[in-house]
């Protein structure tokens, strides 16, 4: 799940809007956690089995989706499926946000809402996101699916998101820097032509769902440029568009879509920075 990009700004006047925008999904975070948390082994490996039923659950549903489906069958299957394997929905609650996953289709940013009177046609660029909670941890990833058969257009929009994911990914290792990760994602997008947005962006993630440091998808100077270390544990998520790079929030306070109503896509997983690169813990190309 993204976090507003505003958050993290140092100065009293977007720290006031950050407050006043609570109720669309900024996090409470744990008292006596604050700061960018590096985890301990132990820690590591909570970790990897929240991220696990993350992994699990998404995999699942990309493989059961299907026309004629609504979004609210999906955040059914996802909450029965998260609690079965022990652990509880990271977003179900979340500041009031009523679903065990964002489910957000073709010109939807983030946040969309599942509905039991969604239906999924095909076509569609459904997004689908979601968090565990397991023994006091959190895992968050995101997929984009192609529902069916889409156009060419579409399938290459969702190639770019994926790609600029796993180049961000590729420059995570202890001694790197922030920016790397985020002028890795804004290369890749601009080369296909498209816009990254700048309104939400990753973050930490651990005790909390959204911890420190801001991972930007784009090169910034409005943030510290953290070095990374060993034990981080980030949710590294771009979104493109491929028009407009700007976003609005519908009446329900949660679903965000583009300005100007072309498709989005987007693509997220946790990863931890290690000594010598990283370990994508909501991985799921091992999975059966």
């Not at 700004?9 to 809007?17: G, I, R, V, W």
């Not at 998101?161 to 961000?168: D, I, M, T, V």
């Not at 290369?187 to 930007?216: I, R, W």
Request: glycine share 8%.
């Amino acid at each position: 799940m993204n976090f507003l990009t505003n958050l993290f700004s140092a100065d009293k006047a977007t720290q006031k809007t950050a407050k006043k925008t609570q109720q669309i999904g900024l996090p409470k975070t744990r008292k006596g956690r604050r700061g960018i948390q590096i985890k301990s082994p132990e820690e590591i490996t909570i970790m990897r089995q929240s991220s696990l039923i993350v992994a699990t659950v998404l995999k699942e549903i990309q493989e059961i989706v299907k026309p004629g489906m609504t979004t609210g069958d999906l955040d059914s299957y996802a909450e029965q499926r998260i609690r079965e394997m022990g652990a509880e929905p990271s977003f179900k609650g979340y500041y009031g946000f009523p679903g065990s996953i964002c489910a957000s289709i073709n010109h939807e940013v983030v946040h969309g809402i599942p509905n039991a009177k969604r239906r999924i046609r095909r076509g569609d660029v459904l997004k689908v996101d979601t968090g565990a909670y397991y023994q006091g941890y959190h895992g968050d990833s995101c997929i984009t699916i192609a529902v069916d058969k889409v156009s060419s257009k579409t399938a290459r929009l969702i190639r770019a998101a994926e790609e600029a994911l796993y180049a961000g990914i590729s420059e995570v290792k202890a001694g790197n820097y922030l920016l790397d990760i985020a002028g890795a994602i804004e290369d890749v997008v601009n080369k296909y032509g498209y816009s990254v947005v700048e309104d939400y962006t990753g973050h930490g993630v651990g005790q909390n769902l959204h911890e420190e440091p801001a991972v930007f998808n784009y090169r910034t100077q409005e943030i510290p440029n953290i070095k990374l270390k060993k034990g981080m544990t980030l949710a590294i998520e771009p979104i493109v568009n491929q028009g407009s790079k700007y976003t609005k929030t519908l009446r329900d306070r949660w679903t965000v879509v583009t300005v100007d109503n072309n498709l989005s896509a987007q693509f997220e997983h946790t990863v931890l920075v290690t000594a010598t690169g990283y370990e994508i813990l909501t991985d799921r190309s091992h999975l059966n």
